[in-house]
T-cell receptor, first 112, second 113 residues
Framework: EPEVTQTPSHQVTQMGQEVILRCVPI?????FYWYRQILGQKVEFLVS????????KSEIFDDQFSVERPDGSNFTLKIRSTKLEDSAMYFC??????????FGSGTRLTVV | GDSVTQMEGPVTLSEEACLTI???????????LFWYVQYPGEGLQLLLK?????DKGSNKGFEATYRKETTSFHLEKGSVQVSDSAVYFC????????????FGAGTRLAVHP
């Protein structure tokens, strides 16, 4: 069964450093998403991406965040200058039709 | 705004016990409703869904009925197994806005032999 692959599974970074979280969505999917889950809290929408541009973003997704689909297969989330409160599990998802979300296993980001 | 509220966990049950995890929602339109499950170390997997009022979603012995009058979508299973131990998330999405999912906080279920 097709999968969404996220790397790395765990990333530790120092405050102020840039991080790039990587995702390989399912190849024939058209819509791409990033969600995050701070430990013990709900899963929150960050951004959706369609047709090579951001289609919607939440208030969490400020200027420190950016997304890119650089080569038609990868979908990346960059955090320019990490803060302690960016520590969370980040999930990538892709979708072909209205209902068929497929999520990756997540990247646990720890900012120290 | 649109939101999902689900019962706090953890829920601890013995094998073969009945399970109910409550979920209620607030939405401006007519959402589709979902239950996702997250097994340890894995991603979010769709467990079941319902797209309109009175629909019943079912999968792997789990069921949930879309109740518009009570704005609820409670997850039920008649006899849980140890392998059902996971975190369960209720979620909704609306027909517009590129269909982002809005999640509840998640409920951890632990089933003991």
């Amino acid at each position: 069964e097709p999968e969404v692959t996220q790397t790395p599974s765990h990333q530790v970074t120092q405050m102020g450093q840039e991080v790039i979280l990587r995702c390989v969505p399912i190849s024939n999917h058209l819509y791409f998403y990033w969600y995050r889950q701070i430990l013990g809290q709900k899963v929150e929408f960050l951004v959706s991406f369609y047709n090579n541009e951001i289609s919607e973003k939440s208030e969490i997704f400020d200027d420190q965040f950016s997304v890119e689909r650089p080569d038609g297969s990868n979908f990346t989330l960059k955090i320019r200058s990490t803060k302690l409160e960016d520590s969370a599990m980040y999930f990538c998802a892709s979708r072909q039709d209205f209902y068929g979300y497929t999520f990756g296993s997540g990247t646990r980001l720890t900012v120290v | 705004g649109d939101s999902v509220t689900q019962m706090e966990g953890p829920v601890t049950l013995s094998e073969e016990a009945c399970l109910t995890i409550n979920c209620t929602y607030t939405a401006t339109g007519y959402p589709s409703l979902f239950w996702y499950v997250q097994y340890p170390g894995e991603g979010l997997q769709l467990l079941l869904k319902a797209t309109k009022a009175d629909d019943k979603g079912s999968n792997k012995g789990f069921e949930a009925t879309y109740r518009k009058e009570t704005t609820s979508f409670h997850l039920e299973k008649g006899s849980v197994q140890v392998s059902d131990s996971a975190v369960y998330f209720c979620a909704l999405n609306l027909s517009g806005g590129y269909n982002k999912l809005i999640f509840g906080a998640g409920t951890r279920l632990a089933v003991h032999p």
